[in-house]
């Protein structure tokens, strides 16, 4: 069967160029150089129908921006997004939106994301209208049942975005998201911004909506316990490249890259007893100028001189893939 969305050895590099005064200290002899952030490098994988895939790593590994792609927020620089097996176009034409209509992002800070100049009936209900998918004369209806889709009274609609709670601005994201009727929801650290006891309920909403709605979601995420309790399947990114990709009953229970050790290590376990908490060493290099080799060699207790010199491939085995050398071979 096709997977919904595939990626193809995507990647995303943010270029710098050097400024005036930057050129000026060069032509006197400065090494000046234009700089290249790294941001994706070569990220491969699939999303089913109807699946949820929790996408984790530390800060700047690349995450979001690679959501961002998928959203058609911002192009690639290489390899091929496709969705229903069409590639996604960066074209203005009609085709092209509907596709890209079925793609919908829901970000991490509800206020940051929402018009403080607007009321809710027009974040919510105005792409519907603009794109053609309901008449101008039943927006009103339209937010009303959204709204109502994600508990929050239709009677809200006439209010500004300040008026509301943390997690009552995420559920009015939610609903704009679903006004076009998407397929599939990016969902950015949607729950990092609030209180424990609202993130499960807007967890429970999203799995409500799953059922309802039978949506595919990719769901981004620094909390090994959200994705735990969320996701189907977890992939594992570094630095810019997925490491390790699994089953979530299979990743939590035998994490086979020592990054993944390290992260689940870090999750805090009710029946662990008292544990003293370590952080990873090190810390995470620079997407300007990674480590040559497994861009992890430098922080891995179990890194050797092949680790160094030789960046692994992504070797499936099963339903559990993993970047590592310790698994091909050996790190000599």
């Known amino acids: 069967m096709t997977p919904l969305l595939q990626l193809d050895s995507v990647s995303r590099r943010f270029v710098r160029k050097p400024d005036m005064i930057e050129k000026v200290a060069g032509w006197l002899g400065a090494d000046v150089r234009t700089q290249i952030v790294r941001a994706v490098d070569g990220v491969s994988f699939s999303v089913a129908r109807g699946e949820v895939v929790g996408l984790v790593g530390e ?48 970000f991490q800070d509800p206020m940051s994301s929402l018009n403080p100049r607007m009321k809710v009936e027009d974040i919510v209900g105005e792409s519907a209208v603009y794109h053609g998918l309901i008449p101008g004369a039943h927006k ?16 809200y609609a006439s209010r500004y975005p300040h008026q509301f709670s943390g997690g009552q601005r995420q559920r009015i994201c939610i609903a704009r998201a679903l006004a076009v009727k998407p397929d599939f929801l990016i969902c950015d650290e949607s729950v990092a911004a609030l209180d424990v006891s609202i993130q499960a309920q807007i967890i429970n909403l999203f799995h409500q909506l799953r059922e309802e709605l039978h949506l595919t979601y990719l769901f981004i995420s ?78 891995c207790p179990m890194a050797g001189p092949r680790c160094q010199r030789e960046a692994p491939a992504l070797i499936e085995s099963g339903n559990h893939a993993v970047a590592c050398h310790l698994h091909q071979g050996g790190t000599q």
Request: positive net charge.
């Open 222 to 299: 620094h909390d090994l316990g959200v994705i735990q309790h969320l996701a189907d399947r977890v992939v594992v990114m570094y630095l810019g490249r997925v490491v390790e990709s699994a089953p979530t009953e299979a990743l939590f229970e035998a994490p086979q890259h020592p990054y993944t050790q390290a992260l689940l290590a870090q999750v805090p376990k009710l029946h662990a007893g008292r544990q003293q908490f370590q952080t990873i060493r090190g810390e995470i290099a620079s997407a300007l100028n990674p480590p040559s080799g497994c861009h992890f060699h430098t922080r």
């Open 59 to 106: 800060s700047g590994c690349g995450k979001s921006t690679l959501g961002r792609m998928i959203a058609g927020m911002i192009p690639p620089s290489e390899g091929e997004i496709r969705y229903e097996g069409q590639a996604l176009s960066d074209k203005r034409d009609a085709k092209s939106r509907r596709q890209r209509l079925k793609l919908q992002m829901i």
């Open 140 to 155: 009103r209806e339209h937010v009303a049942a959204l709204l109502e889709k994600v508990a929050l009274d239709p009677t």
